[in-house]
């Protein structure tokens, strides 16, 4: 069975720093292309960043140079460092395992709440 969680969401200041982590069972994690996306209130869920299993890198305009994704391979685990953080970074974050083998394998988190407001 799939699992992907995530935790380390919560409530931050505009200008502050939040840690998002995702761990995954049930696949084999260095193959897959890891994603975070988020939703905020109103809005389609959208790819914030990405990074596939060869280590390339993909990020949306609003978060280049302020979030950072990085995978732990030996701990099935993908990190958003996410730093400078403004009100409309606020929405649910969610985890995303890819990967397209013959067919495609999509598995999702169940998200963790990101509020930046003072």
């Known amino acids: 069975q799939v699992q992907l969680v995530e935790s380390g969401g919560g409530l931050v200041q505009p200008g502050g720093s939040l840690r998002l982590s995702c761990e995954a069972s049930g696949i084999i994690f260095s193959v897959y292309r890891m994603g975070w996306y988020r939703q905020a209130p109103g809005k389609e869920r959208e790819l914030v960043a990405a990074?596939?299993?060869?280590?390339?890198?993909n990020y949306a305009d609003s978060v280049k140079g302020r979030f950072i994704i990085s995978r732990d391979n030996a701990k099935n685990t993908v990190i958003l460092q996410m730093n400078s953080l403004k009100s409309e970074d606020t929405a649910v974050y969610y985890c995303?395992?890819?990967?397209?083998?013959?067919?495609?394998?999509?598995?999702w988190g169940q998200g963790t709440q990101v509020i930046v407001s003072s």
């Open positions: 990074l596939t299993s060869g280590g390339s890198t």
């Open positions: 995303n395992a890819n990967w397209v083998r013959f067919k495609t394998y999509d598995y």
